[in-house]
């Protein structure tokens, strides 16, 4: 037998060479809170989206407001350094992402009955431009700014909207960190909504800390929808802005609650199994209403009637 | 803290020791670096130990350093190991955990680092834009080049690069040759206009001095120009043009900007760039890592093995790796200094391996001559310690014949008793886990000369494989079942089918329809749902979009592909298929390929925006014939001449419990206690000529010609010694060859038929 050639070897498992797991804040944690029958399919199996109209207004806004923070930069055109951009301006940036979303196929032909969100979409972002823009660009450090951690097992990450100065900032004070929301503030100061939202703030704010060594001065949460809410506001909406408090023990709850939530996403990989949410924590409505996988959810079971074709 | 600390502190918590020469590397000071690492010398780790070094000795900013893998697996192997060591340096110097943020070290494909710095600075020409993965490619090329229609006046041109087309014969099910007085198939003709357009990108090719050539040049230069139109027309990027936009990048302002950097912590410049595997680098890849380093005093660090070079079809060249220090003579001039260190101790392999695998590459006389190989290459040398550190794992090292032969009378028999090797091994205790072991081939394809036999001879023996690129997906119950339904629902009697000229596409498509058809009786639902959809179409005028069935708020969506895909499989059998994790993946995978056909333009918008899309004909009730025709042609040709792969784990080589069959490219930088390596049949059959055809009838247009002086002959047989070296020298412990009797000539078992048997005085027979 081939094999007796071997007998005086022993070979003993070779090290486990697999790589740490990466985990993103909105990605996966918030992803996989709100649903994790959909977690399971979108971003471990590898489901490809039928309908992307939920992450067009949330690239639109991102992209407009990065685009005004780099025209008064000068980091588009030097010319512009120091300059409020006007509302041409924030129209032109509308148009040019509008376009360049078009036609990359992420604003779906679906996205056109929408056409009056995308009107009020424009006038959020112009609002944001003359209200918050003279006072905040100046301030910004960075945006889009990335953030990691390994944690034992697993590395943590996130992306944080903006890294601004505080105001009267001196070197060595911390900054501001802020998240921008396209839609409206939550009228529910206890909604689930708001609970992730500020579970979100309160990750970023340890890895900033791990990052410089000292929590940021303020973590905000912006709700773009408030400038919408009544007619020309002259000046912020007192709902616009949440700054969500920064205490060491909310933001250790936070990190507990992040690692409980990795060791149930580990869980479901272990059992390779991604049940539908529990009776009562199923999640909203709109949530599932866009979902591709809605038709045999048990949670939502005889709610959605199979469409055709 | 200094060096020694450093070292002494990862010794004490990892064992990792570091010699002589891997030491020399880590301490490296300024200057270009061009480290030359035979197979399993550790240079991974060398990397990361240098890259520790550059931040928490020398200060250097982390965000001032790349260091650049071959794949994200390995990228992502680095940045823990990084936090690992960095963690056991913390907790002997505290004040290295604040002052030091390694998460800020730029670690990636340099694919992947292209695509995140671009974003990073909002390089205007990039932002927004799609990238095209290698099946949205040919689906674009299908629908936007020139080349993929069938033009007489490119027959001269099919001519020329006939070694590539002929490539994608089997795949088209057609025979076309030079001799043919007409175009080959389409979807050979798109198949190689993607790797004509690709290697114009990598080898730097002047396309206006390739135009003025004139006949089968003007065509493809032409041909060219238009494809990159219509990528920034339709906002979409490929991988090879990832490369020129980047480069295009470095020299923009924000590159600039990137490059010099701005004296802030967020924007620090570029100060060190680190390269993993650079024996196959591409001409734009090295263009890339020399404008990086631009700045004096060009601190790149180049670490691979010319003799390990695999990549020449991807436009990988190993001229880079051989030539390094002319090229950085030659981009910054000043007489720089280019410091040369090796690393050649294997730690990996038994020294028996070792030594034939050294004797294996200096053997052949077109290895020896200059040029062929990085001058002043030291020997390969086996590690004197090699058995003791084993031991120290672990093992047991008895006598035992580390390089061995396996012989059968034919295919099947070797197979067979093959597979009782690896039973006899795992009964007794040998090894541990099926995935300690791994069968190296050309190709995993399932066919008689490939992983065929060896896979059903495993499975026999009850043992589960892991063979993802058998291109096996499109055979799958679950894919051809959804496709049929697809075809069923979208052309109920199949009359678009007898249109499709390709027999083996016609086919494959009956047979997808086919699989529905037997699942119909036994699953009312899904007959039920396609009947509804058949008719929710039927019920659509001539030249209008069709609609869902009223939904929530009775909103009228319109149908796509997609829809009906995510309908489908809320219906058994789907449901029961997606709770099979490997189905479900499977799944998962042909919803991307439907999003990537559904999103990409036609090339004009005689039907709708995106192909997704439905829309009626010039009849009522009936898929407009011109959307039919793209998902005949377009979708299912792709998918029948590509020939899909199984989605593959992302996370881990090879999951335990199951045996790994592998090509060698797959295998790259891997190692396996037991190698298992067929020498018969076509993995001796190197696909000769077409990249180096290519290679060499373009070389006049390149920007920086090759200065290699081999010729073509030279050069496949060159990369036919690399090929085997690399897949020997994979093997930890064992490495056995298999072969036919027949394959055996008197001399004994070795590489080719040549007198060349290397093998031959320390093989031993199983």
Redesign the interface.
């Known amino acids: 037998m081939s094999w007796q050639n071997f007998q005086d070897l022993r070979v003993p498992q070779i090290r486990d060479s697999s790589v740490k797991r990466r985990y993103s804040v909105t990605t996966d944690i918030l992803a996989f809170k709100r649903c994790r029958r959909q977690y399971g399919h979108f971003v471990v199996r590898g489901y490809e989206p039928a309908n992307a109209v939920q992450i067009y207004y949330g690239m639109l806004i991102h992209q407009v407001l990065d685009r005004a923070y780099m025209h008064y930069a000068g980091l588009r055109d030097k010319k512009t350094k120091g300059q409020i951009p006007t509302d041409k301006d924030i129209e032109d940036y509308f148009e040019e992402v509008d376009t360049a979303l078009r036609i990359r196929g992420i604003r779906s032909v679906r996205a056109i009955k929408h056409a009056a969100e995308g009107k009020a979409a424009l006038r959020r972002l112009k609002k944001f431009n003359q209200i918050e823009g003279p006072e905040l660009y100046p301030r910004i450090r960075d945006t889009e700014h990335h953030l990691q951690s390994h944690q034992g097992n697993y590395l943590l990450h996130g992306t944080v909207d903006v890294l601004a100065d505080v105001s009267n900032w001196l070197p060595g004070m911390p900054g501001e960190i802020w998240d921008y929301k396209g839609g409206n503030p939550p009228t529910d100061r206890y909604s689930e909504e708001l609970r992730n939202y500020k579970f979100q703030m309160l990750v970023y704010a340890e890895l900033y800390r791990e990052r410089n060594g000292v929590y940021p001065e303020k973590a905000i949460l912006y709700f773009l929808g408030a400038l919408d809410a009544v007619k020309d506001p002259p000046v912020r909406p007192p709902n616009a802005l949440i700054e969500v408090p920064l205490d060491k023990q909310s933001i250790q709850d936070a990190l507990q609650d992040f690692t409980n939530t990795v060791e149930k996403i580990e869980d479901c990989r272990e059992k390779e199994d991604w049940p539908s949410p529990d009776p009562g924590q199923e999640p909203d409505k709109d949530t599932c209403n866009i979902c591709d996988i809605r038709w045999d959810c048990p949670a939502r079971q005889g709610e959605y009637q199979l469409r055709y074709p | 803290m200094n060096l020694q600390g450093m070292l002494t502190t990862i010794k004490d918590k990892t064992g990792i020791e570091v010699n002589d020469e891997q030491k020399a590397v880590i301490a490296h000071g300024d200057g270009p670096l061009w480290v030359i690492a035979g197979p399993g010398s550790g240079k991974s780790e060398v990397l990361v130990l240098r890259t520790l070094k550059l931040v928490c000795i020398d200060g250097v900013h982390p965000k001032s350093i790349i260091l650049t893998t071959f794949t994200e697996?390995a990228a992502?192997?680095i940045?823990?190991r990084l936090?690992?060591y960095k963690?056991y340096l913390d907790q002997v110097d505290e004040n290295l955990r604040?002052r030091v943020?390694l998460?800020q070290v730029r670690v990636g494909t340099l694919h992947g680092l292209c695509n995140g710095i671009m974003?990073?600075y909002?390089y205007?020409e990039y932002?927004?834009?799609?990238l095209l993965d290698d099946i949205e490619q040919l689906l674009f090329v299908y629908e936007q080049s020139e080349l993929s229609k069938s033009e007489q006046g490119h027959l001269p041109l099919w001519q020329e690069f006939h070694l590539l087309t002929e490539r994608y014969n089997r795949a088209a099910g057609t025979k076309w040759s030079r001799s043919r007085n007409y175009p080959p198939h389409r979807w050979i003709r798109v198949n190689a206009a993607v790797t004509l357009f690709n290697r114009i990108v990598e080898d730097r090719i002047n396309v206006s001095q390739m135009h003025a050539e004139g006949e089968i040049w003007e065509i493809l230069a032409s041909a060219y120009k238009k494809y990159r139109s219509s990528l920034e027309e339709?906002?979409?990027c490929d991988f090879a043009h990832l490369q020129l936009k980047f480069l295009e990048f470095l020299n923009s302002p924000?590159g600039s900007r990137f490059i010099q950097g701005e004296n802030s912590s967020?924007h620090p410049g570029i100060n060190y760039v680190l390269v993993d595997e650079y024996q196959d680098t591409n001409p734009i890849q090295e263009r890339i890592y020399l404008k990086l380093t631009q700045r004096s005093p060009h601190n790149l660090c180049v670490v691979g093995d010319d003799d390990q070079a695999l990549y020449r079809f991807r436009g990988g060249t190993v001229e880079c790796m051989v030539n390094f220090d002319r090229a950085c003579q030659s981009a910054w001039k000043t007489g720089v200094v280019v410091d040369q260190l090796p690393l050649s101790i294997n730690h990996r392999s038994h020294p028996k391996i070792v030594n034939r695998c050294d004797n294996y590459i200096q053997s052949f006389p077109v290895m020896t001559q200059l040029g062929a190989r990085v001058s002043n290459k030291p020997n390969l040398s086996p590690d004197p310690e090699w058995e003791s550190s084993q031991i120290e794992?672990?093992?047991?090292?008895?006598?035992?014949?580390p390089v061995?032969y396996?012989l059968g009378q034919n295919y099947e028999d070797v197979a067979a008793?093959f597979a009782?090797?690896v039973?006899?091994?795992l009964?007794?205790?040998?090894?541990?886990?099926l995935?300690?072991c791994v069968l190296l081939l050309r190709s995993t394809q399932l066919s008689l000369q490939s992983a065929g036999p060896y896979q059903e001879a495993l499975e026999a023996q009850q043992f589960p494989v892991y063979n993802p690129r058998s291109r096996t997906f499109l055979e799958q119950p679950e894919i051809q079942t959804a496709l049929g339904t697809l075809v069923k629902?979208l052309d109920p009697n199949q009359n678009g089918l007898s249109g499709v000229r390709t027999k083996n596409v016609r086919e494959t498509i009956a047979g997808w329809v086919q699989h529905y058809t037997d699942q119909e009786s036994q699953y009312p639902e899904l007959s039920n749902?396609v009947e509804?959809?058949?008719?929710?179409?039927r019920q659509t005028p001539a030249k209008t979009r069709?609609t869902?069935?009223?939904?929530?708020n009775n909103?009228m969506?319109?149908?796509?592909i997609?829809?009906?895909?995510?309908?489908m499989?809320?219906?058994e059998p789907f449901?029961t298929w997606r709770r099979n994790?490997e189905q479900?993946?499977r799944?998962?995978?042909l919803?991307?390929v439907?999003?990537s056909y559904c999103?990409?333009?036609f090339s004009n918008s005689r039907v709708?925006?995106?192909r997704g899309?439905?829309q009626t004909g010039d009849t009522d009730g009936l898929i407009n014939s011109g959307q039919l025709g793209h998902l005949y042609y377009s979708l299912a040709g792709l998918l029948v001449s590509k020939g899909l792969n199984d989605?593959e784990d992302e996370?881990?080589?090879c999951p335990k419990g199951r045996f790994p069959i592998m090509t060698v490219h797959q295998a790259k930088g891997l190692e396996?206690?037991?190698v298992f390596l067929p020498l018969f049949g076509n993995i001796q059959k190197v696909e000769e000529g077409a990249e180096l055809q290519i290679e060499d009838t373009m070389m006049p247009f390149r920007s920086n010609p090759s200065s290699s002086n081999f010729s073509t002959k030279e050069r496949t047989e060159q990369d036919r010694i690399r090929f085997f070296y690399v897949a020997y020298s994979r093997a930890?412990?064992?490495l056995v060859f298999l072969a036919r009797n027949q394959d055996v000539s008197k001399q004994g078992i070795g590489f080719g038929n040549k007198g060349r048997q290397w093998f031959t005085d320390v093989t031993?027979r199983?």
């Open positions: 697996k992502k192997n940045q823990d936090a690992i963690n604040l943020d998460s974003h990073e909002r205007s932002q927004n834009y799609r339709h906002k979409v924000s967020d794992r672990g093992c047991s090292i008895g006598n035992y014949p061995s396996l008793h009782e090797t039973k006899g091994l009964d007794n205790g040998i090894i541990n886990d995935s300690q629902i749902y509804g959809a058949i008719n929710r179409i069709v869902q069935s009223a939904g929530q909103a969506s319109p149908a796509t997609q829809d009906i895909f995510y309908h499989i809320s219906l449901v994790t479900d993946f799944l998962g995978k919803s991307q439907l999003e999103v990409l333009p709708e925006p995106t899309i439905l989605p996370e881990v080589i396996f206690p037991f930890i412990h064992s031993q199983l």
